[in-house]
């Protein structure tokens, strides 16, 4: 006969190992309800598994390799025909070079000398690093020293502290000179109102470069000069133009830093077509100052389809003077100008009918009569727009 179920001399099955009823006596004798022992047994899983997870990270990430540093790669085990003296070296390695010249900036050009026609060609190729903490608005200035007067300006780029330049300027210089004669170029930040600040400097003695061939090379920018050669002034005037009309309207407003001893200086505005003088203007004449105040406007009528083929030329005179046969100095605008003035001619045309005013140095006469070489008088009336 067999033993009933619930008999205590029952064998318990083979491979059982906890004992039966235990788990829900445990159960039934906590005085906790159901649902809490529920939750509180998902709480110790979430966490039991949240420390596995950390614990596993943590192992993995003491094992992980350390990164390596970026492998700086020597020219020197390359293979090939490149050498190293020819290879711009890294923005790098300038910075870090002795002396502190980097914090002027650098600069590339190119040179080449034309034996026949005893002419040097600059190249203005780009500028990097010009000043840490900022951009500017930088513009180049090339002269050289052998050739007081004539200059080259580039046009003003804004915002940057790499600007492309990409403009190239002439130089006449007979053989026998270069020995002697010193490349200038100084960079400077653009400022409307107010003097430009000067951002550095490159002197390069053109007696120790090689011209017979093409050359371009990256050169560092030293400090700006101590002091800047002697201005002959500076004028301040607006222009505004007005396409539907054809209204240039030019207001001369003052000047400053005239050289003293004028008796009389006005300020004569010209406008050439064609490289011919077509119309002039000129403005009351200010005894004894070398910074004459003036605030008057001239307007003239230009039509838009030849806006493009205008000059204007503002020249300070002195009126005190009888036997005077050149002016104090001259300003040049329109789209053969360069530098400034060319700058601010085009944000004249692209802000219509606004006033755009700036300053401007005076620059030479001869200077800006060799660059307009003007033809005789224009005497031709030209069909204008109904205002």
Not at 355 to 360: C, E, K, L, S, T
Request: hydrophobic share 40%; net charge positive; aromatic share 6%.
């Amino acid at each position: 006969m067999g033993h009933p179920p619930d008999s205590p001399s029952a064998p318990a099955p083979a491979g059982t190992t906890a004992i039966p009823g235990l788990i829900p006596d445990l159960v039934a004798g906590t005085p906790w309800p159901h649902w809490a022992l529920i939750a509180g047994a998902l709480a110790a899983g979430i966490l039991l598994v949240s420390c596995l997870l950390c614990a596993a990270c943590c192992c993995r990430r003491h094992h992980r390799k350390k990164p390596r540093d970026k492998e700086a790669v020597g020219l020197g085990s390359a293979r090939g025909t490149t050498t190293t003296h020819l290879v711009q070296p890294d923005v790098d390695g300038l910075e870090s070079s002795p002396g502190g010249a980097q914090q002027w900036g650098r600069l590339q050009l190119s040179l080449e000398y034309d034996f026949g026609s005893q002419e040097i060609r600059v190249g203005l190729r780009q500028a990097a690093d010009l000043r840490p903490g900022g951009t500017v608005d930088p513009y180049a200035r090339v002269s050289v020293s052998t050739r007081a007067g004539h200059r080259h300006e580039t046009k003003v780029h804004r915002g940057t502290l790499c600007p492309v330049f990409d403009e190239t300027c002439c130089f006449h210089i007979p053989q026998a000179e270069l020995p002697g004669a010193t490349l200038q170029v100084q960079l400077f930040n653009f400022k409307r109102f107010s003097g430009h600040e000067p951002l550095g400097e490159l002197r390069l003695p053109l007696g120790t470069v090689d011209l017979q061939h093409v050359l371009e090379h990256w050169y560092p920018l030293g400090p700006p000069a101590a002091t800047e050669p002697e201005q002959v002034g500076e004028l301040c005037f607006s222009l505004r133009y007005v396409p539907s009309s054809g209204r240039l309207t030019v207001v001369v407003l003052e000047a400053r830093g005239l050289r003293p001893g004028l008796a009389e200086p006005y300020v004569k505005v010209q406008l050439m077509l064609n490289q011919r003088k077509w119309k002039k203007r000129k403005t009351a004449t200010k005894k004894g100052t070398a910074a004459p105040y003036f605030n008057e406007a001239f307007t003239f009528l230009v039509p838009f389809s030849q806006v493009q083929n205008v000059d204007l030329v503002l020249a300070v005179w002195d009126r005190g003077l009888p036997l005077q046969t050149e002016p104090v100095g001259k300003v040049h605008l329109g789209a053969r100008a360069s530098g400034q003035p060319l700058q601010h001619w085009a944000d004249m045309l692209a802000h219509a009918r606004r006033p755009v005013a700036q300053w401007h140095p005076l620059r030479p006469a001869r200077e800006v009569d060799r660059m307009l070489a003007l033809q005789p008088r224009l005497r031709l009336r030209l069909p204008l727009p109904h205002s």
